[in-house]
């Protein structure tokens, strides 16, 4: 809403006079809001002031209103903010000149500016901490920051409120300016013990529309005063006591409360004029902790009831106190207690020390007489040792071994001997005897194990360590001492002490050489270890050493063979079909089962779409037929890799060479296996049998080859191939025959040799086919082959 009000005010003179127009406005109107129409009221017309200059006043450096030139609007500029243009003044006006050139007019304006409410209250500490003693009187006033509204008249700060509280409540009190103030006023009495701490909440409200407030946090902290007296929990404290206690016993604990804090709750505790001097010889009291104990000698016939009146104070400035009374009852004991006499002892004994030997003289005695003075003696917990009683002298004993001993178990010996007499109460007294037991070397030398497994790499150094072997004997000094040694034991006439050793001292265990998983695979042997005691004790351990390979072996080539460095020529038709056997490659590796695994593949080959290589038994097989575009010569080289870490491999380089017409091999060279062996005469039968049997055995298969060889020959015969033999009757390589002779040769070689049998290679003149026969051990035969060009005598 704009509340305007215009005022004329002229000069009696109107040449010389000077208008006041006045204007009212809110604060805070947007700007472009119109205040008046200026030409109207100042009596001009609208479309003249186009023509006409006009200035206004700037006030502050900026300026809020203009005028409009072609409506004669005064208008807003800026936003006003009548808290920032006045501060804090009830009424706010802005003066302005308005200056209107030719002919040269200046009128005075005087803009009023009202309040709206757009500050809410708020107090300049958010945080008030009062502190209040709890012996304030109800009524009592404490000062409160007032609260702060930049606004004013009905928009300024009208009342204060006060959360709930039944101890506090506020008085609002106006001051001749108008300004009010606040105090806080206690209505009920406070406790600290009860309520140490109130938060209360002081809020400020004004009187706008809408209605704006502020809080603040009002903290009264209780300030303690001395108006609790320390109290007992009882009044009279009955407390039972055997005469004679020890000086410095506990009778007991007094404990008083205070509910007050600081000084207000310490305590000192003393005895009132009520207590005898006596008795105050007899008793002390700790000031502080209240601790009643023994001073003196408590006599149930000198005083059979003791009464104490105790007080105890607190260190208020005006000190409060509570009393309480504590009676000791004497109870009358058998206040003399026996005795032990120890008359002869052996505290240092062999731990084979024989059964019913006397350790100590023991005698007992007791000044008091009846029940009080008579007296037992027992040992305090079972023990390999007994009291006997002396049938002359009756409070004499004698401690005897009734157990064997043993030091490794129990090294030493602390026997309790308790005397107790037969009063009411009973009193006893006690001794204690040490009996330390010396060793003997009654243990042997005991190993964790009783049998060992050590795995050890091959190659290893010479003179590496492979294991510790200790033993543990629980004997002392010497009889503990131990010394190791190797068992003697002759493997392959090899004394085990050239291929280990063993540090006498420590068990340490050594190998002295350097093991070949391929030569030696594993060890077993005895490790004895005894001690120095007299006579020495001894024990021995089984020690299994395992050679644990390594892939020290290259795989080797033995099919096909070849020389060092060579390569194998194979020939084989053209015509050769898909999926024929063209060679296979052979690879043996000494080394353990898993490092021996051996797989196949091609490093090179001339074509990768003829030839395949099958990984794991090495054939290599045609995939396609040969075409007329396929060179002549075909080039392989095959790797055989074994299965170690790192994978060891070998290679060899086939040529193959392809004919056009088909081919017989034949070998220049044939090595045949002859085989002997050395029978005694004790089984001279047996091979005559045999050799019967392999004879007639052998005839039948010479027979068979001769009506073979007999077939008629292909007219033209192919040069004669060293490594493979060609089919005859279909032109294609058979399976069977594509082993070369020296591989054929190497693998009879492995397998004759493992049974004790020689193997003789001899040449077969050319022509003649390649036949292996098994001949009879001890006779003399003739094989004869196809062709009556070969003739083969073996004798053995």
Sequence with gaps: MLFLTTFFVLSALWPSALSVTRYSIE???????????????????????????????????????DVNKKTGELYIVEKMDRENLC???????????????????????????????????????????????????????????????????????????????????????????GTQYVDLVLTKSLDREEKAVHNLILTAVDGGVPVRSGTANIIVRVQDTNDNAPQFDRQTYTINMTENSPIGSLVMKLNATDLDEGLH??????????????????????PNTGELTVKGTIDYEDMKLYEMHIEATDKGTHPLLGQCKVVVHVTDMNDNYPEITIQSVKNTVDENIPVGSVIALVGVSDRDTGDNGNVSLSIHQHMPFILNKSSDRPLHYKLI??????????????????????????LSDNETITVHLLDVNDNVPQFPLSFYTIRVEENNAPGALISSLSAFDPDLHENQYLVYFILEREIAN???SMLFSINPENGNLYALKT?????????????????????????????????????????????????HG????????????????????????????????????????????????????????????????????????VVAKDNGQPALSATVTIKLSTVETAVKAYSDMTEVPLEYDIFSDLNLYLVIGLGSVSFLLLITILV????????????????????????????TIADSTLVSNDAYWYSMFLAETRKGKMVVRQPVPKGSRYIVSSLPRGTGLTDTSGSAASTLQVRV
């Design 27 to 65: 604060e805070e109107m947007e700007r472009g809001s119109v205040v008046a129409n200026l030409a109207t009221d100042l009596g001009l017309e609208p479309g003249g002031l186009a023509q006409r200059e006009v200035k206004l006043d700037i006030f502050h450096n900026k300026k809020y209103l």
């Design 87 to 177: 501060l804090a003044k009830t009424t706010c006006f802005l003066k302005l000149d308005v200056i209107i050139e030719s002919p040269l007019r200046i009128f005075n304006i005087e803009l009023g500016i009202t309040d709206i409410n757009d500050n809410a209250p708020h107090f300049r500490r958010d945080r008030v901490e009062l502190d209040v003693s709890e012996s304030a009187t109800p009524g009592e006033r404490f000062s409160l920051p007032n609260g702060v509204d930049p606004d004013v008249g009905k928009n300024t700060i009208k009342t204060y409120k006060l959360s709930v509280s039944e101890h506090f409540t506020i008085e609002i009190q106006t001051g001749s300016d």
């Design 265 to 286: 709750s310490e305590i000192v505790y003393s005895f009132t004029l009520y207590t005898s001097e006596k008795t105050q010889d007899i008793f002390a009291l700790h």
């Design 401 to 426: 071994v009734s157990e064997p001993l043993d030091r490794e178990s129990v090294p030493e010996y602390d026997i309790i001997l308790i005397v107790r007499d037969a009063g009411t109460p009973p």
């Design 494 to 496: 090899t004394s085990m």
């Design 515 to 563: 093991f070949d998983y391929e030569i030696e695979k594993e060890f077993l042997f005895h490790i004895e270890a005894r001690d120095s005691g007299s006579p020495p004790l001894s024990s021995n351990v089984t020690v299994h050493i395992i050679i644990v390979d390594q892939n020290d072996n290259a795989p080797v080539i033995v099919s096909p063979w070849r020389a």
């Design 566 to 637: 060579s390569v194998v020529e194979e020939k084989i038709p053209r015509s050769t079909d898909k999926g024929s056997l063209v060679s296979k490659v052979i690879a043996l590796d000494t080394d353990s089962v898993h490092n021996s695994r051996i797989t196949y593949q091609f490093l090179q080959v001339t074509d990768a779409t003829l030839f395949s290589l099958d990984q794991y038994n090495g054939e290599i097989r045609t995939m396609r037929m040969f075409s007329y575009r396929d060179p002549r010569h075909q080039r392989l080289v």
């Design 704 to 731: 068979t080859i001769v009506i073979k060889c007999q077939k008629p020959k292909p007219s033209k015969a192919a040069p004669p191939c060293r490594n493979s033999v060609i089919s005859e009757g279909n032109s």
